[in-house]
């Protein structure tokens, strides 16, 4: 029955079973990094004691010793406190979380013998029979996760180790944005190192606009003062203006004009003063 149960949940009840079962052993005795280390040993110990078919307890005591290992890191750490978390991990059936901490032993080996037979067996355990994946990221990571089940700070850039399969792929940024994927490992990849890329999905601040939306806003305003269109038509509105009073005026009141309006020459007058009142006014409209 319990093999059914999803990875993520089987880690995460047993996490939570070993912060329980710290705290309460704990609650008077002063944390070391050691001593932190010491226990975590002792539960990894007996994590691999259980049989295959006592899967459950063998994950809460697993998850035990990985708290323990975490807290003797983060107080201090070594090399030795990562390889157990590795151990921990691959117990707990997660070798990219796994790789994670290998390469955090790395980056505080001491190089004294207990650390290259351990490096040597380690790059075995965690590495063959699977395939490698650097996750290359367009931005700086603020965390990763494969399988719901997060890579320790300093290895998400690292080759990770994945078995043949399906793989869940969540991240976020330093900055805030997010990426959900999916990644398939197939056995021809088993033995090579592969690159996975992670573009993040942009997400929106405060006082921030969606530019994926139709942008709506007020109208832009108008720039203050007159610009160079509205003062060459006031000019030529009020020419026009004059024009048509001018000639209106000698056209329906000058007493020596010779033509009457029932004349040729006096139509063509009024067709004229007719196009300047249509220009003026169709200038004045444009301009507004």
Known sequence: MFARWPRAALLAAALTASALATAEARADDPVT???????????????????PNEQIDRRVRAGRALTHFMASFELAPSWQAAAGALDAHLLLGSPAAASGWYWLAADHADYSDAYLAWQ??????????????????????????IDGIPVAVGGESRPLALDVGEHSVTASSVDGDTFQGRLRVEPAQVGGRHFYPVAWKRHLRAGEVDPDLPQIGPRKPAPEGMGALQIVTIITTVTLASGIAVGGGYLLFGEDNPRGIDTPEGAAIVITELLLIGGGTTIALISD
Request: avoid cysteine; aromatic fraction near 12%.
């Open 33 to 51: 990094a050691a001593g932190e280390r010491s226990l975590g040993e002792r539960d990894l110990d007996a994590a691999r004691r259980f049989a």
């Open 120 to 145: 040597k067996g380690a790059l075995s355990r965690v590495f063959d029979s699977r395939a490698a994946f650097t996750f290359e990221f367009s931005s700086a990571p603020q965390s990763l996760n």
